[in-house]
């Protein structure tokens, strides 16, 4: 038998029938439903009668009033109405992403709307005009390309990470490490940041410009000291990264990039980067922001216990 709605008829057809003794089969048999419909109809659709003991009863026409609610309300749980797209709007603003919207909503039963529907969302007001794009913080290739982005300048002679040798995925060393820079307001500054993979130990530079030269010298300065244990770098495709076979040459090692619009693949960088926004806020200038001030940021994080390490921190992993 089929699983399909009952309507209020139907229903009166269940109640004359179990009033005379069918059971749930029996009944499914008479209708031509399938017995689960049934047993369904009956967990969700019994009515508490109010008598001295009190007990339940089938009623069809507040079983198809029960059946009818539910069906407006689930309308309602998967429509963008205009109180959802408040709600939407304000968390964006926020600064959460799409799926922890959705993921949220959908975990205290708000309402139902997929992640790909809040991206579409975004780019409606986009069109419209807004802003709302600009609180994303990662966009993967599909909606970078949507929202416009600027052009990577281009690098010569990169060695993609798929070339990486694949012991620096096992994490089973100390000296791979994965590189980005965090940008400041109006893009004039930026800090340099650069954390080894399996220990999270992480070094912050700032760069008084973002440009190839300066983050050149910024890296080299940063990892001179471990240079005995820096086997790889990755970084993004950005243009301040250029001369990475002149920092190659300089620490004797071997430097990869990420694909473009790849974030995953320098997840920790990204981790790490959202644990120096609890310091420097989104939107920051940067230019009252040192060395001496990203070392206390740095310290901070490289004694903090983190879960992932058993509670151990980046500083103990690393020398140990």
């Known amino acids: 038998m089929s699983h399909k709605h009952l309507n209020y008829l139907m229903r009166c057809h269940i109640l004359a029938l179990w009033k005379a003794g069918f059971n749930q089969s029996q009944i499914a048999n008479e209708i031509g439903v399938h017995k689960s419909t049934i047993s369904r109809e009956f967990n969700r659709n019994l009515t508490r009668i109010q008598t001295r003991w009190g007990c ?61 529907r809040i991206y579409q969302f975004i780019l409606e007001d986009k069109r419209n005009g807004g802003e709302l794009y600009k609180h994303l913080r990662h966009k993967n290739i599909k909606y970078r390309k949507r929202f416009g982005s600027t052009q990577r300048s281009s690098i010569r002679n990169r060695r993609m990470i798929d070339e990486r040798p694949k012991i620096v995925d ?28 399996v220990s999270k130990f992480t070094i912050l530079k700032k760069l008084v410009h973002k440009n190839s030269d300066v983050t050149k010298t910024a890296m080299i300065e940063a990892l001179a000291e471990y240079k005995n244990h820096v086997y790889t770098i990755t970084s993004d495709n950005g243009s301040e990264f250029a001369k990475h076979e002149e920092i190659s040459k300089a620490l004797n090692t071997d430097f990869f990039f990420a694909h473009p619009y790849s974030s995953w693949e320098r997840g920790l960088n990204e981790n790490t980067n959202g644990l120096v926004r609890q310091y420097i806020k989104k939107g920051s200038q940067l230019l009252d922001v040192t060395d001496q001030s990203l070392a206390i940021i740095a310290d901070k994080l490289n004694d903090r216990p983190r879960k992932t390490l058993g509670f151990k921190t980046p500083r103990e992993v690393f020398h140990k």
Do not use: C, M
């Open 170 to 197: 096992k994490k089973s060393r100390i000296g791979d490490w994965e590189i980005d820079t965090i940008i400041g307001k109006n893009k004039k500054q930026a800090i340099l940041s650069i954390v080894e993979r």
């Open 56 to 116: 339940w009863a089938y009623k069809p026409d507040y079983a198809q009033h029960y059946a009818d609610d539910r069906r407006k309300a689930k309308r309602h749980y998967y429509k963008f109405t205009e109180e959802v797209a408040e709600f939407v709007r304000g968390k964006l603003i926020a600064d959460w992403s799409p799926q922890q919207i959705s993921g949220y909503a959908k975990r205290w039963k708000l309402f139902s709307i997929s992640h790909e």
